[in-house]
T-cell receptor
Framework: DTAVSQTPKYLVTQMGNDKSIKCEQN?????MYWYKQDSKKFLKIMFS???????INETVPNRFSPKSPDKAHLNLHINSLELGDSAVYFC?????????????FGPGTRLLVL | QKEVEQNSGPLSVPEGAIASLNCTYS??????FFWYRQYSGKSPELIMF????GDKEDGRFTAQLNKASQYVSLLIRDSQPSDSATYLC????????????FGTGTQLKVEL
């Protein structure tokens, strides 16, 4: 199936731990994104990479570090997890960084920090 | 003022009626506008996008854009219970990259 996939789907962890979320797309897109959706369902962009280059870096704590080993993969590593990091994290991809292109979302990773 | 504003709802419509969802945006230079549907516990799913003033139709969905008034709307004709979801409006502001700014969504309930 052509899609944006994420692992894990659910992540429950203790405060202070470090965790990673992985994203892969087989749509042949050049640009990938990380979004955070909080408990009020507000969806906010965190990062974007175009062909392994960071192009969007919103005001996010530096405990969050994205990494793109190639244009089909975008990972998110979170250090020293805090309670407020609990949210759903969505990966998305789009065909290119310019022009009016739509973004396609993965299934989400539901992170719960205890 | 929020960058993208939507009424949170819930908006309740009877089955078969037209549902009208509205969105306003603050940046007059915004270029592209998207509607996503999100079922509870699922990811946002792209329904439509619109770039030019006027109407754009796709099946039961019509997107309407008025850049002078800075609003974009989504009409759903012949609403079905399966249309019950949260509808997110997203706007691409001017500038580089492909950043989308999302509204907080409108919850739609289609009742039998």
């Amino acid at each position: 199936d052509t899609a944006v996939s994420q692992t894990p789907k659910y992540l429950v962890t203790q405060m202070g731990n470090d965790k990673s979320i992985k994203c892969e797309q087989n749509l042949g897109h050049d640009t990938m994104y990380w979004y955070k959706q909080d408990s009020k369902k507000f969806l906010k962009i965190m990062f974007s990479y175009n062909n392994k280059e960071l192009i969007i870096n919103e005001t996010v704590p530096n405990r969050f570090s994205p990494k793109s080993p190639d244009k089909a993969h975008l990972n998110l590593h979170i250090n020293s997890l805090e309670l407020g990091d609990s949210a759903v994290y969505f990966c998305a991809s789009s065909p290119g960084k310019r022009g009016t292109v739509a973004q396609y979302f993965g299934p989400g990773t539901r992170l719960l920090v205890l | 003022q929020k960058e993208v504003e939507q009424n949170s709802g819930p908006l309740s419509v009877p089955e078969g009626a037209i549902a009208s969802l509205n969105c306003t945006y603050s940046d007059r230079g915004s270029q592209s506008f998207f509607w996503y549907r999100q079922y509870s516990g699922k990811s946002p799913e792209l329904i439509m996008f619109i770039y030019s003033n006027g109407d754009k139709e796709d099946g039961r969905f019509t997107a309407q854009l008025n850049k002078a008034s800075q609003y974009v709307s989504l009409l759903i004709r012949d609403s079905q219970p399966s249309d019950s979801a949260t509808y997110l409006c997203a706007v691409k502001p001017p500038g580089g990259g492909n950043k989308l700014t999302f509204g907080t969504g409108t919850q739609l309930k289609v009742e039998l």
